[in-house]
């Protein structure tokens, strides 16, 4: 094949796969409309399986790629004695990733359903790829269209290594600053902005053929424990869970999310067994999730390896609980042959009815049609990097992060300054000159720049402040460097009183590249004469920044959630 003809077909899988999106969502159903019709192929694979195998098409254990090659077999074995029906992938590298699932798919009778965790896309999980902006940053969006498209991309990644259903969008209402594991991920405190984010992102993910899922149900954006390590109590009414935590879920069932997963909390309003995880519940699931709020689609249970289920339900009494409630995949069981050998027993015992028993397993199933694994084909190593970082997608996620800058404090000229004065240039929390220094001083050439640590000794920020006081003005870019944002930052309190002197400067520009609940932390933040919120410190949004600054794009983001009395919900100032 030569050269040319190499690269005409790498522009024909490429136009094959993006412009099935439209032909894909006029041609078929979505997941939950096809449930509605007999599939042929999902009731011909049932009939050839056996009990064992049956139940083993519900579980979804864990897969990495960087963990060694004994961790690689040992997954490798669970799939080929087990026959598993998916997995879920965590850390790791798209091409090493795309080559284990072909491996993995070799080992399986009935093609694996592949699965994992893109709330900003494949970057949540992998090296070398393009990580989308944060939820909470795309709740600043006015426009959601964009999120709409942000889905379409993710899902054209998720197909390109092989992978059929995200767990993604997060629909969690985060009305909790201190939720310890939610937060950032959430697209915000207001239930019908998260409801319709969440819309968006997932009808573009489905549209373009991959299958989502909505979590944590019933909600686990007010919650201060994280339970990956402990049992959460939801306190609330059931009125106020139905009101507020529900209301996305409901609305995404109503647009036809093909998933939900549940969540791991304890809820007494909902259910009033002491100490039992909702994901053990059958009245939170079955009668609520199920029956009363119409769900027909998969309900996937969180990790069963988390200590919220693991503390109170171990030796497997949990993966059977979760069966019995209503889930319909189990993910990521401590030991899913010995879960598979008890629920074999209770299916036997009859402790579920068989209509319900080969519903869950022809759901799962018909999922597997729905994604084209009827119709397997091995996804191709080739260019597989340079396609997941292709020009337009990296453009997507710089307009993404250009819609979402805030400013939610001053206007146009008190953004922009004087490009001839004597200007400061100050980045804090990090130990190297960023991006929003570098791009800024080709703007203002009368400057200087300046970097604070997270912890510089008092004695040097009090000479620096002196020093700063001699300028005609003063940009300041705070900076959040850690995996994970969270709503308060990791400053020495001696750099946060420096940020409150510096913001009384006459002609000061904040700009916070962090979590905007970080802002309520900074008292003082509110006297500076021009305040950006940045969400994120990502390069793309460094960039948004100095454009609203230099006046080349106008801010149109909005706060998504509640900081302070200062800054509220929906505040943005608008300039033209």
């Not at 006029?26 to 997941?31: A, D, H, I, K, V």
């Not at 106020?240 to 529900?246: G, T, V």
């Not at 999730?289 to 969180?302: H, I, P």
């Not at 002197?501 to 802002?519: G, K, R």
Request: net charge positive; proline share 5%; aromatic share 8%.
């Amino acid at each position: 094949m030569t050269g040319f003809e190499k690269h005409l077909k790498r522009i024909i899988i490429f136009l094959l796969i993006i412009g099935s999106t439209n032909v894909f969502a006029q041609q078929r159903p979505g997941y939950i409309n096809s449930l509605k019709q007999q599939n042929h192929w999902a009731d011909s694979v049932y009939k050839k399986m056996n009990r064992k195998q049956r139940i083993a098409q519900l579980f979804f254990v864990r897969a990495h790629t960087n963990r060694g090659q004994a961790y690689e077999d040992s997954v490798g074995n669970v799939i080929k004695e087990q026959q598993v029906g998916g997995l879920v992938f965590f850390q790791g590298g798209p091409v090493r990733q795309l080559n284990l699932i072909n491996k993995y798919q070799k080992l399986s009778k009935v093609p694996l359903l592949v699965a994992m965790d893109g709330e900003w896309g494949v970057g949540m999980r992998l090296d070398s790829t393009i990580s989308y902006p944060y939820q909470m940053t795309l709740g600043a969006i006015q426009d959601n269209s964009l999120i709409y498209k942000m889905g379409q991309f993710v899902a054209y990644d998720f197909k390109r290594l092989g992978m059929q259903i995200n767990f993604a969008p997060d629909m969690d209402v985060n009305n909790n600053p201190d939720n310890p594991v939610i937060n950032y991920r959430s697209f915000g405190d207001n239930k019908y902005n998260v409801a319709a984010k969440g819309i968006a992102y997932m009808k573009g993910m489905q549209d373009a053929g991959l299958l989502t899922t909505a979590k944590h149900f019933p909600g686990h954006g007010d919650t201060n424990t994280d339970s990956h390590f402990d049992l959460p109590l939801l306190p609330f009414s059931r009125q106020r869970l139905d009101s507020l935590e529900e209301y996305p879920f409901r609305q995404a069932i109503k647009a036809g999310i093909s998933g939900v997963m549940i969540a791991h909390m304890d809820i007494p309003a909902l259910d009033s067994t002491k100490n039992l995880p909702s994901t053990l519940s059958r009245p939170i699931i079955t009668d609520n999730l199920k029956d009363s709020l119409g769900f027909k689609g998969l309900v996937v249970s969180d990790a069963m390896e988390m200590k919220a289920v693991v503390k109170y339900f171990p030796d497997g009494e949990a993966d059977l609980r979760a069966f019995l409630a209503g889930n319909d995949i189990i993910e990521l069981s401590e030991n899913s042959e010995l879960a598979i050998t008890t629920i074999r027993k209770a299916v036997r015992q009859g402790k579920i009815t068989k209509p319900e028993f080969e519903a869950k397993v022809k759901k799962v199933l018909a999922a597997k049609y729905w994604a084209g694994l009827n119709h397997y084909h091995e996804a191709s190593p080739e260019n597989l990097v340079r396609d997941l970082n292709r020009e337009n997608a990296k453009s997507l996620v710089q307009q993404l992060t250009d819609a979402a800058v805030t400013l939610v404090k001053g206007d146009a000229s008190a953004v922009q300054l004087s490009p001839i004065a004597k200007t400061a240039i100050v980045s804090i929390g990090v130990t190297e000159p960023t991006l929003f220094q570098k791009e800024l001083s080709l703007w203002y050439l009368n400057s200087d720049t300046f970097i604070i640590g997270k912890g510089t000794p008092a004695d040097d920020l009090l000479v620096l402040l002196d020093k700063l006081n001699q300028y005609d003005q003063v940009f300041v870019s705070i900076n959040d460097t850690r995996i994970r944002p969270a709503s308060k930052l990791d400053y020495s309190n001696g750099v946060k009183i420096f940020i409150s002197e510096i913001a009384a400067h006459p002609n000061s520009v904040l700009c916070v590249f962090a979590n905007p609940y970080t802002i309520a932390g900074l008292p003082g933040i509110e006297k500076s004469k021009a305040l950006i919120a940045g969400y994120q410190m990502s390069d793309e949004m460094q960039r948004s920044a100095v454009k609203v600054i230099t006046r080349i794009i106008n801010p149109k983001g909005k706060l998504p959630v509640n900081i302070n009395m200062y800054f509220q919900y929906g505040t943005g100032v608008i300039t033209k």
